[in-house]
């Protein structure tokens, strides 16, 4: 088959396998409340049609309720004028952070409104006030105004910035209601009354996780922000199909049903692109050609390290188990891959050197093997082996790792210190809801899956996490290279990369003399970025600690990682309780002095960073993970030892080292909620919050996205999911 008829069938199985939907759900479809009720087991769906009757009246009184609110609210509505004419009598007092290391952290740029309704429940707004950079505010209002017989209490009300929308082009803060204190009438006296400090829990970081995350108690009342309700209708609509399935394969497995084998779970999980191709073309998503296309082009988009002794000669590296808590279930072997140059632009693979244990009887951790494609069948059996190496790799290091727990490092800071700066209208957007998606991958991922189906436990994948963020910095970041004309995704990652930093560039430029003097937000929000990112990745090792193959293999990891993340070493970071800090800062000034050029180009530059990794980085891993993991024998994220004597060095239908039937359909279920995301894209701005300039800016260059394969309505406008 020649090489064009080959390229046209893999377009057209990308094309068949996209995702799409349409809604056909009746009446008594089973319904998800929200995404947080996803599990790895049985879901917390209403399946029921008594249940579901019963909760769609509830949903009706709710519905009934709110229009009876707003109605309420139309009729009292609450006006923007201040009440009172001598406004002389103040309320004041300082809002804190309320958390373990922040309790005398000043809020800064808070806003707070007194409020009361009088008889004829009319709203009258008596003082407004804007917290100042010690935290403190002086709230002004007419005292004999207030004590008027009408007014009965009095309500002294926190707002934090939530959203930013923008309408007709324009950005208008949208402000939530955060906290409500309520004032007796009685305590109203002349001149000041001071309500001390009002410590508030707002944003607070976790302590029992080692990368900077927030603490949310309960992610149905107690969260810092929540998913829009159409999100949440998406995520119902999309996966209750796909949730359907797994629980009937596990119910099916509970009563021990002979029906149930690894074949029926595949088939009734939809077709991905490995299958469909396999349909056309039989053998060919094993062979060498696709397994190097799909390190250039897939999900696991490798950074292509050059061999310094061998022109047009490459290397990716995947590291295993390491010294990172695992189980002895599965194989994690070190698989280092050894590619060449074609003279059409793509590579193939000439050698696979895998380090580890590759059966259950090994014990020892630095075992070598080199297989090169004369090595058959071994050469097969070692390419899948590296396969489900590096799709590991991909989802904790790059997927988790590197876009969701990196996003949310940006995110706390930002929702807790950018509220009057401009930035915050830039960057708030596409920081959403990532921190209530890593909420759910705790125990979704972290805990229910991945240790049940891979070699890492819930200790393991902690460690490593944290590892792998200390190599993620945005000073000096730049995207991979490419290394030849059909090295599409390097190019489309270049290709968004100055389309951001063009838009961010002029967003600043545009903004400069407001940001500039609301600077201080910036400094806070360097200051918490730094304090709470982790060490870098080795510089906490001890010499003398580690054997002579740990170190090898620990400098060996920071060569690559230092490459595949544009990390730079030896930048000067900071150094807090002994710890060298991976995230560079990015002022020292708080807005007192003159600010420097350098500072004011690192703003732009993290900027553009956090962009990048929050939407395009994210989706293109997110959107290709049902292309690699929707094929079980294909890429099963984790091999199972078995009981033989070669171990996972075994054809695929051996099935004693393929998932058992339980993770088999966990895996296509996780796959499918990975990859099947309808809600929250850059250009379709289905909330209204993306600046329309930068979805216009991209889709000027819509079909040269195309022509790469990336399709700009599909780029997600912050990592939900």
Not at 96 to 125: A, M, V, Y
Request: net charge negative.
């Amino acid at each position: 088959m020649q090489s064009e008829e080959i390229k046209g069938i893999i377009r057209e199985c990308q094309h068949n396998t996209r995702i799409s939907y349409s809604k056909k759900g009746s009446f008594f479809t089973p319904r998800l409340k929200s995404i947080n009720h996803l599990e790895v087991g049985h879901s917390k769906i209403i399946s029921s049609p008594l249940t579901i009757f019963l909760e769609l009246l509830y949903l009706l009184k709710n519905k009934l309720r709110n229009a009876f609110q707003n109605l309420l609210n139309r009729l009292f509505s609450r006006p923007a004028k201040i009440y009172g004419s001598s406004i002389r009598d103040q309320i004041v007092g300082r809002l804190t952070f309320s958390g373990e290391d922040d309790k005398f952290l000043p809020l800064h740029h808070i806003t707070l409104e007194l409020w009361s309704r009088n008889l004829w429940l009319q709203w009258r707004k008596l003082g407004v006030a804007l917290s100042g950079k010690d935290g403190r505010f002086e709230l002004s209002y007419d005292l004999p105004f207030a004590l008027k017989r009408s007014f009965r209490n009095f309500r002294l009300e926190i707002y934090q910035v939530n959203h930013i929308f923008k309408r007709n082009d324009r950005p208008t803060d949208h402000t939530e209601l955060f906290k409500r204190i309520f004032i007796p009438k009685s305590r109203l006296v002349e001149g000041l009354l001071d309500l001390g400090d009002i410590p508030l829990f707002f944003w607070e970081y976790r302590h029992d996780f080692p990368t900077a995350r927030v603490v949310i108690k309960d992610h149905d009342k107690d969260a810092p922000q929540y998913y829009s309700q159409a999100r949440c209708d998406a995520a119902s609509e999309q996966f209750i199909p796909i949730e359907l399935t797994k629980v009937k394969h596990l119910l099916a497995y509970g009563l021990k049903s002979d029906s149930l084998t690894l074949r029926s779970i595949q088939e009734d999980y939809p077709v991905n692109l490995t299958r469909c191709i396999e349909s056309r073309i039989p053998g060919f998503t094993r062979g060498d050609e696709y397994f190097g296309h799909r390190l250039m082009n897939g999900m696991n988009r490798g950074a292509f390290l050059p061999d310094k002794d061998h022109p047009g000669h490459f290397q990716i590296k995947y590291f295993g188990a390491c010294q990172y808590d695992i189980n002895r279930i599965y194989a994690l072997p070190d698989a280092e891959i050894k590619l060449e140059l074609r003279e059409d632009g793509l590579v193939v693979p000439i050698e696979i050197q895998l380090t580890g244990p590759l059966n259950a009887f090994e014990t020892d951790p630095w075992v070598k093997r080199s297989f090169t494609p004369d090595d058959l069948p071994n050469w097969t059996y070692a390419k899948r082996i590296a396969r489900v190496v590096g799709g590991l790799s991909t989802e904790v290091d790059e997927h988790f790792t590197g876009t969701h727990l990196n996003a949310e490092q940006f995110a706390i800071a930002a929702y807790r210190n950018l509220r009057i700066n401009p930035v915050a209208i830039l960057l708030l957007p596409f920081l959403k809801e990532v921190v209530l998606i890593n909420h759910s991958a705790d125990k979704l991922l972290l805990r229910d899956f991945l240790p049940s189906a891979t070699a890492l436990t819930e200790k393991g994948l902690k460690q490593r996490v944290c590892d792998l963020l200390g190599v993620q910095d945005w000073k000096d970041f730049h995207p991979m290279e490419p290394i030849s004309p059909a090295h599409d995704v390097a190019k489309s990652d270049h290709l968004f990369w100055n389309i951001t930093g063009q838009y961010v560039n002029d967003f600043i430029e545009t903004n400069e003399a407001e940001i500039r003097k609301q600077w201080f937000e910036v400094y806070r929000f360097s200051n918490d970025l730094v304090r709470n990112s982790v060490v870098v990745f080795g510089s906490g090792t001890k010499t003398g600690i580690l054997t002579e193959e740990e170190e090898l293999q620990l400098q060996n990891r920071m060569e690559y990682y230092f490459f595949k993340y544009s990390f730079n070493p030896s930048l000067k970071r900071e150094i807090i309780d002994g710890e060298l800090k991976a995230l560079s800062s990015i002022t020292k000034n708080d807005g007192t002095t003159a600010i420097l050029p350098e500072d004011f180009q690192n703003l732009k530059d993290i900027c553009q960073y956090i962009i990048f990794v929050a939407t395009y980085l994210h989706t293109w891993i997110n959107e290709h993970q049902y292309d690699e993991f929707g094929e079980l024998l294909y890429n099963c994220v984790g091999l199972r030892f078995g009981n033989g004597k070669d171990g996972v060095m075994a054809p695929e239908n051996d099935l004693q080292i393929a998932p058992d039937l339980t993770r088999a359909t966990q895996t296509l279920w996780f796959a499918n909620l990975l990859s099947r995301t309808e809600y929250g894209f850059i250009t379709r701005n289905e909330e209204g919050d993306v600046d329309p300039v930068f979805s216009k800016m991209l889709l000027d260059k819509k079909e040269e996205f195309l022509h790469l394969g990336v399709d700009v309505h599909n780029i997600e406008s912050r990592t939900n999911i």
